[in-house]
């Protein structure tokens, strides 16, 4: 079963940049479709990018798109989200999700069963 763990949240001012980072272990990280949520406080969990298992498609949400990058490395294990004009809106804990992989990308929490802990991204104005 693979282990997910967050890294690289934190404070930023509004239009700045952050990188996320996602270290996945214990499992053939190759096999997963990965994805990023996120969720402010009081707000449901929100899909916010996701990638195919060989890196050939992304997906973002309406959001973040053209604005944030997803990418990753399978020989690393890891996937890395690349946020850039970064809104207070965009503030809450982001989380890592890897779903056995598909042709089609998911985007819906309930297709990930595996989670990371979250790492928190605040944006202030």
């Known amino acids: 079963q693979v282990q997910l763990v967050e890294s690289g949240g934190g404070l930023v001012q509004a239009g700045g940049s952050l990188r996320l980072s996602c270290a996945a272990s214990g499992g053939t990280f190759s096999s997963y479709n990965m994805a990023w949520f996120r969720q402010a406080p009081g707000k449901e969990r929100e899909f916010v990018s996701a990638i195919r298992w060989n890196g050939g498609i992304t997906h973002y949400g309406d959001s973040v798109k053209g604005r944030f990058t997803i990418s990753r490395e399978n020989a690393r294990n890891t996937v890395a989200l690349q946020m850039s004009s970064l809104k207070p809106e965009d503030t809450a804990v982001y989380y890592c999700?890897?779903?056995?992989?598909?042709?089609?990308?998911?985007?819906?929490?309930?297709?990930?069963?595996?989670w990371g802990q979250g790492t928190q991204v605040t944006v202030s104005s």
């Open positions: 999700a890897a779903a056995l992989r598909t042709y089609l990308i998911r985007v819906s929490r309930s297709d990930y069963a595996h």
